[in-house]
Nanobody, 119 residues
Framework: QVQLVESGGGLVQPGGSLRLSCAAS????????MGWYRQAPGKQRELVAT???????DYADSVEGRFTISLDNAKNTVYLQMNSLKPEDTAVYYC?????????????WGQGTQVTVSS
């Protein structure tokens, strides 16, 4: 049984910061990697950032240098620190977990959390 619970979304002014959290409840399985995706109204879901269990990260060009993804393996929790937020960052942010036995993984998704950047 796998469950991802997100928190940390909200309303912030341009230039502000937010930190999103996603806690994964897992049993027997391992986390191969986790990530954040976002979907704005009328837009496709897009990759924001990913991190492997070994700490290798990947970022969308649009957030590179502003966002930082991190993974606390002990807590099975992934974070997304978002700084210098822009209105274009407004979206529903979804946590993704690549979770499964040590030989493969499946994708699990959080419920989504709204991030609104507006003055």
């Amino acid at each position: 049984q796998v469950q991802l619970v997100e928190s940390g979304g909200g309303l912030v002014q341009p230039g502000g910061s937010l930190r999103l959290s996603c806690a994964a409840s897992i049993s027997a399985f391992s986390i191969h990697g986790m990530g954040w995706y976002r979907q704005a109204p009328g837009k496709q879901r897009e990759l924001v950032a990913t991190i492997t269990s070994g700490g290798i990260t990947d970022y969308a060009d649009s957030v590179e240098g502003r966002f930082t993804i991190s993974l606390d393996n002990a807590k099975n929790t992934v974070y997304l620190q978002m700084n210098s937020l822009k209105p274009e960052d407004t979206a529903v942010y979804y946590c993704n977990g690549m979770i499964g036995p040590d030989t493969y993984y499946e994708n699990y998704w959080g419920q989504g959390t709204q991030v609104t950047v507006s003055s």
